[in-house]
């Protein structure tokens, strides 16, 4: 079955430090595949698509099919990128988004 | 707002009620998205409208149905609710089913 696997609830960093959350996915064909973030009191916002390959707030991610992941990474994190974030994976004969379980990212002064 | 609006923001009800969810996309997204999010399931996939029409289903229960109007505001009945049932009920839209989800701010719902 499809399944979108965010190892970690919780990554802790201090400001400055650069940030890995690790995104790993089980799916066949040619996915899709997403970062969501959610700030504190916000709802659920688009960050990142593999297919735009572009950066977004100093994030990325890259697709490593051959690992089937999807890890967003920032060199230098700060305060305020402190939010949860969710990998999501769109199959290619389908429209619905499959979520990862999410990992807390907290950036400390 | 002329983003995702959901009404009500919390919604507080006991075991056996019924309740309905509604949603409105953004103006000119034809398709709607429901998703549920609790602690132990996490974010859910439960059932997608494109103009009007059901276009696919997820992990939704017999006990809840969900329909499309022509205007193309949504709504979400849960009914015989448990306490199970209890979640977030995030509500997203796009213009079309291949284009990025925009969500809404959820609705919260508590079965006592």
Redesign the interface.
């Known amino acids: 079955a499809q399944r979108v696997t965010q190892p970690e609830k919780l990554l802790s960093v201090f400001k400055g430090a650069p940030v890995e959350l690790k995104c790993n996915y089980s799916y066949s064909g040619s996915p899709e595949l997403f970062w969501?973030v959610q700030y504190s009191r916000q709802?659920?916002?688009?960050l990142l698509?593999h297919i735009s390959r572009e950066s977004i707030k100093g994030f990325t991610a890259d697709l490593n099919k051959g690992e089937t992941s999807f890890h967003l990474k920032k060199p230098f994190a700060q305060e305020e990128d402190s939010a949860m974030y969710?990998c999501a994976l769109r199959m290619d004969s389908?429209?619905?988004?499959?979520?990862?379980?999410?990992t807390r990212l907290l950036v400390r002064p | 707002d002329s983003g995702v609006t959901q009404t009500p923001k919390h919604l507080i009800t006991a075991t056996g009620q019924r309740v309905t969810l509604r949603c409105s996309p953004r103006s000119g997204d034809l398709s709607v998205y429901w998703y549920q999010q609790s602690l132990d399931q996490g974010l859910q996939f439960l059932i997608q409208y494109y103009n009007g029409e059901e276009r696919a289903k997820g992990n939704i229960l017999e006990r809840f149905s969900a329909q499309q109007f022509p205007d193309l505001h949504s709504e979400l009945n849960l009914s015989s609710l448990e306490l199970g049932d209890s979640a977030l009920y995030f509500c997203a839209s796009s213009v079309t089913a291949s284009n990025e989800q925009f969500f809404g701010p959820g609705t919260r719902l508590t079965v006592l």
Do not use: V
């Not at chain 1, 709802?43 to 688009?46: A, S």
């Not at chain 1, 389908?94 to 979520?99: A, H, N």
């Open positions: 969501y709802r659920l916002q688009l698509r969710y389908s429209y619905k988004l499959i979520f990862g379980s999410g």
